[in-house]
Protein backbone atom coordinates (compact mmCIF):
# COMPACT_ATOMS: atom_id res chain seq x y z
CA UNK A 1 0.00 0.00 0.00
CA UNK A 2 1.21 3.37 -1.03
CA UNK A 3 2.95 5.27 1.92
CA UNK A 4 1.97 8.80 1.63
CA UNK A 5 4.66 12.06 3.32
CA UNK A 6 3.07 15.26 3.33
CA UNK A 7 5.33 18.37 3.85
CA UNK A 8 4.54 22.13 3.92
CA UNK A 9 1.90 24.02 5.39
CA UNK A 10 1.92 26.42 8.19
CA UNK A 11 0.37 30.06 9.55
CA UNK A 12 0.26 32.41 7.00
CA UNK A 13 -1.69 35.84 6.50
CA UNK A 14 -4.78 36.39 4.27
CA UNK A 15 -3.75 37.03 0.93
CA UNK A 16 -0.22 34.98 1.11
CA UNK A 17 0.86 31.78 -0.18
CA UNK A 18 2.00 27.97 1.13
CA UNK A 19 2.93 25.23 -1.09
CA UNK A 20 2.09 21.49 -0.32
CA UNK A 21 3.93 18.37 -0.56
CA UNK A 22 2.71 15.15 -1.16
CA UNK A 23 5.32 12.29 -1.98
CA UNK A 24 5.62 8.46 -1.79
CA UNK A 25 8.09 6.98 0.76
CA UNK A 26 10.93 6.40 -1.51
CA UNK A 27 9.40 4.71 -4.56
CA UNK A 28 6.91 5.84 -8.01
CA UNK A 29 3.48 6.44 -7.15
CA UNK A 30 1.37 3.40 -8.55
CA UNK A 31 -1.89 5.18 -7.74
CA UNK A 32 -4.25 6.06 -11.02
CA UNK A 33 -4.84 9.36 -9.00
CA UNK A 34 -3.37 11.86 -5.74
CA UNK A 35 -5.86 14.17 -4.62
CA UNK A 36 -5.90 16.91 -1.85
CA UNK A 37 -9.24 17.38 0.79
CA UNK A 38 -9.02 19.52 3.62
CA UNK A 39 -11.33 19.36 7.30
CA UNK A 40 -11.63 22.30 8.81
CA UNK A 41 -12.84 21.67 13.03
CA UNK A 42 -16.31 20.73 12.92
CA UNK A 43 -17.16 19.87 9.08
CA UNK A 44 -16.46 16.90 7.12
CA UNK A 45 -13.40 16.36 5.18
CA UNK A 46 -14.16 18.59 1.62
CA UNK A 47 -12.29 17.80 -1.80
CA UNK A 48 -10.24 20.52 -2.74
CA UNK A 49 -7.92 19.46 -6.37
CA UNK A 50 -6.87 15.96 -7.74
CA UNK A 51 -4.61 14.84 -10.35
CA UNK A 52 -4.59 12.12 -12.44
CA UNK A 53 -1.17 10.52 -12.45
CA UNK A 54 -0.41 9.32 -16.34
CA UNK A 55 -2.27 12.40 -18.20
CA UNK A 56 -2.09 14.76 -15.96
CA UNK A 57 -5.51 15.95 -15.89
CA UNK A 58 -6.55 18.02 -13.14
CA UNK A 59 -9.95 18.98 -10.74
CA UNK A 60 -10.27 21.55 -8.42
CA UNK A 61 -13.37 22.63 -6.00
CA UNK A 62 -15.05 25.98 -7.26
CA UNK A 63 -13.94 28.04 -4.46
CA UNK A 64 -10.46 27.56 -5.34
CA UNK A 65 -10.02 27.78 -8.66
CA UNK A 66 -7.70 30.46 -9.85
CA UNK A 67 -5.89 30.35 -6.58
CA UNK A 68 -4.98 26.77 -6.39
CA UNK A 69 -2.91 24.86 -8.56
CA UNK A 70 -2.06 21.36 -8.49
CA UNK A 71 1.14 20.21 -10.02
CA UNK A 72 2.94 16.47 -9.94
CA UNK A 73 6.69 15.90 -10.83
CA UNK A 74 7.53 12.48 -11.83
CA UNK A 75 11.12 12.55 -11.71
CA UNK A 76 10.76 13.44 -7.87
CA UNK A 77 7.53 10.98 -7.46
CA UNK A 78 5.45 14.20 -5.52
CA UNK A 79 2.27 16.09 -5.96
CA UNK A 80 2.43 19.69 -5.29
CA UNK A 81 -0.50 21.93 -4.09
CA UNK A 82 0.48 25.91 -4.65
CA UNK A 83 -1.71 27.55 -2.57
CA UNK A 84 -2.13 31.62 -3.71
CA UNK A 85 -4.25 34.48 -2.27
CA UNK A 86 -5.37 32.44 1.11
CA UNK A 87 -8.49 33.58 2.99
CA UNK A 88 -9.16 32.71 6.25
CA UNK A 89 -11.97 30.03 4.84
CA UNK A 90 -9.33 27.83 3.30
CA UNK A 91 -7.86 27.15 7.32
CA UNK A 92 -8.01 23.34 8.17
CA UNK A 93 -5.70 20.38 7.69
CA UNK A 94 -4.86 19.47 4.20
CA UNK A 95 -4.57 15.71 3.75
CA UNK A 96 -3.73 14.14 0.27
CA UNK A 97 -4.55 11.04 -0.80
CA UNK A 98 -3.89 7.31 -3.25
CA UNK A 99 -6.42 6.82 -5.27
CA UNK A 100 -5.08 3.26 -6.95
CA UNK A 101 -7.83 2.58 -9.59
CA UNK A 102 -8.97 4.67 -12.37
CA UNK A 103 -12.32 6.03 -11.31
CA UNK A 104 -15.00 8.51 -13.07
CA UNK A 105 -14.32 12.49 -12.36
CA UNK A 106 -17.07 12.67 -9.80
CA UNK A 107 -15.21 9.80 -7.94
CA UNK A 108 -12.17 11.58 -7.86
CA UNK A 109 -13.48 14.13 -5.65
CA UNK A 110 -15.13 11.65 -2.83
CA UNK A 111 -12.95 10.80 -0.08
CA UNK A 112 -14.15 7.32 0.41
CA UNK A 113 -12.83 5.97 -3.00
CA UNK A 114 -9.36 6.97 -1.41
CA UNK A 115 -7.01 4.31 -0.20
CA UNK A 116 -4.28 5.75 1.46
CA UNK A 117 -3.57 8.62 3.06
CA UNK A 118 -0.93 11.11 4.24
CA UNK A 119 -1.05 12.31 7.90
CA UNK A 120 -2.17 16.01 7.48
CA UNK A 121 -0.89 19.00 7.84
CA UNK A 122 -1.77 22.36 9.52
CA UNK A 123 -2.68 25.59 7.42
CA UNK A 124 -3.86 28.25 9.42
CA UNK A 125 -4.89 31.63 7.17
CA UNK A 126 -5.66 34.72 10.02
CA UNK A 127 -7.52 37.59 8.60
Known amino acids: QEQLVQSGGGLVQAGGSLRLSCATS????????VGWFRQAPGKEREFVAA????????HYLDSIKGRFTITRDNTKNTVFLQMNSLKPEDTGIYYC????????????????????WGRGTQVTVSA
Open 97 to 116: GGLRSPAPDFGLKMSAEYDC
Open 26 to 33: GRPFSAYA
Open 51 to 58: VTWKDGNT
